[in-house]
């Protein structure tokens, strides 16, 4: 049996050990427990002096239709069929400018006259060639002309009268400059189509080639913008949907509906095509306009916020949630900060409160203390 004594030290030795043990606390925290009230990362607690210097606005998450606004950019660009140059079809030199840019023209209107030796060649071999397939006509019908020379004289009227159809003079006006009813001297430059006159490219007395392009014409009514959508919005624009167009040259909107929209994204912009027909009748909108194709949408109730109090870094959208008179955090959300109007904000409850003014200084005391 062990010996009373021994039981007796060892009985205060073990008090003295729970004694020493509970006396540790008055040292202070351990190491780890310090570490706990460091202010976890992306919150802040303000202090009185930088709240009042803020002057802290804030907004809460409700539920609520969101009525989203996309954006998308666009470009004033008429269709193929609307647009044409008006081309030199035979080497000259203008001799006269009957329209200016801006003019409203109609298809065939002569647009400049072009004095060209090859054109002068060709209607002399005109009236030559009508001379003598009339001369052989009137043998033939005295029953003395020779057949192979009757077709012959058919052949060269025919060959001259289509090069100068091929160079844009008129079948009816062919046979009065074979007549001398008409004195061409000049080719005739004509409009490829009804329109407004975009560019003069020549000046007057000035030399042109064959196909050197003299005049830019395209019909504005209706026009068309083409805008860019992006990949990750083609789930947003449809056919058939209304739009709102404005530019920044006009200072009205436009009303119009998608009627086009490309099946295929484009490899280096990752966008499709949305093609917009307007209405322009005051032929305010010109090509190469700059112009901005809204989109609007309305969806199901949802936890949703103002899109101007979400704020943007390098790792996306975020707001300032409010967790306590002084104490704010900031929460990345899945949203577009481009939208106008309301975003949708399902990973915040409803009820939460968000900054709306102040932000930015609290951000950046954020962003100092690191």
């Given amino acids: 049996m062990m010996p009373r004594r021994f039981l007796l030290v060892l009985s205060f030795l073990a008090i003295a050990a729970l004694l020493l043990s509970g006396c540790g606390g008055d040292e202070g925290p351990s190491p780890t427990a310090r570490a706990?009230?460091?202010p976890p990362p992306n919150t802040i607690t303000l202090s009185e002096?930088?709240?009042?210097?803020?002057?802290?606005?804030?907004?809460?998450?409700?539920?609520?239709p969101v009525t989203t606004t996309l954006r998308l950019p666009a470009r004033v660009k008429p269709s193929a069929d609307q647009e044409a140059y008006a081309t030199a079809l035979v080497s000259g030199r203008v001799e006269r400018l009957r329209v200016s840019a801006g003019d409203r023209v109609e298809k065939g209107q002569v647009l400049a006259d072009v004095a060209a030796p090859d054109f002068s060649r060709m209607v002399a071999d005109l009236r030559q060639a009508r001379d003598e397939w009339d001369r052989q006509r009137r043998l033939d019908e005295r029953g003395v002309a020779v057949e192979k020379n009757l077709r012959a004289a058919e052949r060269q009227w025919q060959a001259a009268r289509q090069r100068l159809r091929s160079i844009g003079v008129r079948p009816e006006r062919?046979?009065?400059v074979a007549t001398g009813a008409d004195d061409l001297s000049t080719l005739p430059l004509e409009a490829p189509l009804s329109g407004v006159v975009l560019n003069r490219m020549t000046v007057l007395g000035g030399p042109v080639a064959q196909g050197d392009k003299l005049?830019?014409?395209a019909d504005l009514q209706p026009i068309r913008v083409?805008?860019?959508?992006?990949?990750?919005?083609?789930?947003?624009?449809?056919?058939?949907?209304?739009?709102?167009?404005?530019?920044?040259?006009?200072?009205?909107r436009y009303q119009g509906t998608i009627d086009r929209i490309t099946p295929q994204v484009d490899d280096e912009s990752r966008a499709a095509t949305a093609r917009v027909l307007l209405d322009n009748a005051d032929r305010t909108l010109r090509p190469g306009m700059y112009a901005s194709v809204q989109?609007?949408?309305?969806?199901?109730p949802q936890a949703a916020l103002p899109a101007d109090v979400l704020l943007?870094?390098?790792?996306?959208a975020y707001v300032l949630v409010?967790?306590?008179?002084?104490?704010?955090r900031r929460v990345y959300v899945d949203a577009e900060a481009e939208t106008d109007g309301d975003v949708p904000v399902p990973s915040l409850d409803v009820g939460t409160e968000v900054v709306a003014e102040g932000a930015y200084q609290i951000v950046s005391a954020l962003n100092q203390r690191g």
């Fill in 36 to 38: 706990d009230t460091t």
């Fill in 49 to 64: 002096a930088q709240l009042r210097e803020v002057s802290v606005e804030t907004t809460t998450v409700t539920e609520r």
């Fill in 174 to 176: 062919i046979e009065r």
């Fill in 226 to 252: 083409v805008a860019r959508v992006f990949e990750k919005s083609l789930d947003k624009v449809r056919t058939g949907q209304s739009v709102t167009v404005s530019t920044p040259m006009a200072n009205r």
């Fill in 312 to 316: 943007t870094d390098n790792s996306g």
């Fill in 215 to 217: 005049y830019h014409i």
């Fill in 295 to 300: 989109v609007e949408q309305t969806g199901a």
């Fill in 322 to 328: 409010r967790e306590g008179p002084r104490r704010f």
